[in-house]
């Protein structure tokens, strides 16, 4: 009897057990850690963000999170990435407003990866969502957070 106890709290736990915190990370998941790096980008890019939204950004990030964009010929680690992003905020370029945000149109999963179609776009005042051209970016993770962004356009 006092096994199977022992059985159900270990499965109880399980079950409580947020996801990453042994290294996993499931589909569910990684698309939920992208969904909540674009939210935090937006916030970053609109007029008025602050150096704690910045952070918050990079919070979510693994400690060796590298970012690479191709077209831009940008290859940052996490320190060279906050400095790339704290220039930008002192020099006021960010200045989207609240009806702009990105959002994802597709995504395919890999072994810890998953490769996202996405869009920035425009709510209109009926609440409605217009995309502008489709992008790529592929998401690597690592100890359950993300640790790769390579944008692909």
């Given at each position: 009897?006092r096994?199977?106890?022992?059985i159900?709290?270990?499965?109880?736990?399980?079950?409580f057990?947020?996801?990453?915190v042994?290294?996993?990370?499931?589909?569910?998941?990684?698309?939920?850690?992208?969904?909540?790096?674009?939210?935090?980008?937006?916030?970053?890019?609109?007029?008025?963000s602050s150096?704690?939204?910045?952070?918050a950004?990079l919070?979510?990030?693994h400690?060796?999170?590298?970012?690479?964009?191709i077209?831009?010929?940008?290859?940052?680690?996490?320190?060279?990435?906050?400095?790339?992003?704290?220039?930008?905020?002192?020099?006021?370029?960010?200045?989207?407003?609240?009806?702009?945000?990105?959002?994802i149109?597709?995504?395919?999963?890999?072994?810890?990866?998953?490769a996202?179609?996405?869009?920035?776009g425009v709510v209109?005042?009926?609440?409605?969502?217009?995309?502008?051209a489709?992008?790529?970016?592929?998401?690597?993770?690592?100890?359950?957070?993300?640790?790769?962004?390579k944008?692909?356009?």
């Amino acid at each position: 009897m006092r096994t199977l106890m022992q059985i159900g709290l270990v499965l109880v736990g399980l079950c409580f057990t947020p996801v990453g915190v042994a290294g996993e990370c499931d589909s569910e998941c990684q698309l939920s850690q992208v969904k909540a790096y674009f939210g935090a980008l937006d916030k970053v890019a609109r007029k008025g963000s602050s150096v704690a939204d910045i952070e918050a950004l990079l919070m979510l990030m693994h400690p060796e999170v590298s970012y690479v964009h191709i077209e831009y010929d940008a290859n940052f680690d996490k320190a060279s990435w906050r400095r790339a992003f704290m220039r930008n905020l002192e020099l006021g370029r960010f200045n989207n407003s609240t009806a702009q945000e990105q959002r994802i149109l597709k995504s395919i999963n890999g072994k810890n990866h998953l490769a996202v179609e996405y869009a920035h776009g425009v709510v209109d005042g009926e609440g409605k969502w217009h995309a502008d051209a489709p992008l790529l970016a592929l998401f690597g993770f690592r100890d359950g957070q993300i640790v790769m962004v390579k944008e692909l356009w």
